[in-house]
């Protein structure tokens, strides 16, 4: 294992449901796997607590007080993982207002966080939503998530805005490399 004498950093692919966080987030970790050969990275889905799962899952839209403890939980671990593992992991966690953003940046401040923020069409993400089988985030769920949508502005550090729209994976992956380059070094 390679140990980092930096700052250990965590790429977050944040947006609402439907947009490919989990694809992009599992393609790079396959880009920076040569620098970071035990890159870990975690499904922010994965981590909240069933009775989150159990709201979405009946289409009942959390609020703030159910992700604190939902935030506190991802950006906790992705930071263990980041100084595990060769200074860098990617999760995934939709992030919707900037507040949350904040959150865990100042909850981990060992760790620097790279927002890497997923946004397509609500009729793109909604016929998305609408395909996709065996996951608790329904598509009547997507509305409540666009109405909590704020996307970060250009003063915001390190986040970043990559549209989906008309794009595949490998365009958008493209793009979310691109926009990490101008980061402060993510991938060292």
Known sequence: MTVSTSKPKVIVLAGTAGTGKSTIA????????SKHPDVEFLEGDSIHPPENIAKMS????LTDEDRWGWL???????SDSAQKHSGLAIVTCSSLKKKYRDY???ENPGTNFHFLFLYGDRLLILDRANKREGHFMKANM???????LELPKAD??????????GKDVQQVLDECVAALATFANPSQ
């Open 26 to 33: 599992a393609k790079l970790v396959e880009v920076y796997q």
């Open 58 to 61: 009946h289409g009942i839209p």
């Open 72 to 78: 506190s939980k991802v950006g906790e671990l992705s």
């Open 104 to 106: 865990i940046r100042d």
């Open 142 to 148: 997507i509305n409540s998530q666009f109405s909590d």
């Open 156 to 165: 915001e550090k390190d986040a970043a805005v990559v549209d989906v729209d």
